[in-house]
Nanobody, 115 residues
Framework: QVQLVESGGGLVQPGGSLRLSCAASGSIFGIYAMGWFRQAPGKQRELVAGITSGGGTNYADSVKGRFTISRDNAKNTVYLQMNSLKPEDTAVYYC?????????WGQGTQVTVSS
C-alpha cells in the first residue's frame, strides 16, 4: 500500500503564493508518476499538474506560467509551487501517485484565495 500526505494549503490573498507538498510512504518502488488535482465546490476533479519519474511535466492551461510542479525522488515527495494565485484557484487540492495500474490519492488540502 501507498500513503500520501499533503501539506501547505491555507488562505491566501489574490496574487499571493503557496507551496504544497505531498510525501509518499509505504510500498514505494519502481517507476511512478505523481501529480496534483483539484476539486472546487460543484465541479469535477481536474488535473492541475503532473510529473513523471524522469521529470517530464504537464500543466492545465489555466495554471501554466503560474504553477510549477517538482519532485524529490530521494524523499518520495512532490511539490506544487503556486504563484499569482487567483480566486478561481480555490479548491481542495489532491495529490495522486500512479504506478503501473494502481492509483493512490491523498486526503486533500484546502486552498482558499480570497481578500
Amino acid at each position: 500500500q501507498v500513503q500520501l500526505v499533503e501539506s501547505g494549503g491555507g488562505l491566501v490573498q489574490p496574487g499571493g503564493s503557496l507551496r504544497l507538498s505531498c510525501a509518499a510512504s509505504g510500498s514505494i518502488f519502481g517507476i511512478y508518476a505523481m501529480g496534483w488535482f483539484r476539486q472546487a465546490p460543484g465541479k469535477q476533479r481536474e488535473l492541475v499538474a503532473g510529473i513523471t519519474s524522469g521529470g517530464g511535466t504537464n500543466y492545465a492551461d489555466s495554471v501554466k506560467g503560474r504553477f510549477t510542479i517538482s519532485r524529490d525522488n530521494a524523499k518520495n515527495t512532490v511539490y506544487l509551487q503556486m504563484n499569482s494565485l487567483k480566486p478561481e484557484d480555490t479548491a481542495v487540492y489532491y495529490c495522486n501517485l500512479v504506478r503501473s495500474t494502481s492509483s493512490y490519492w491523498g486526503q486533500g488540502t484546502q486552498v482558499t484565495v480570497s481578500s
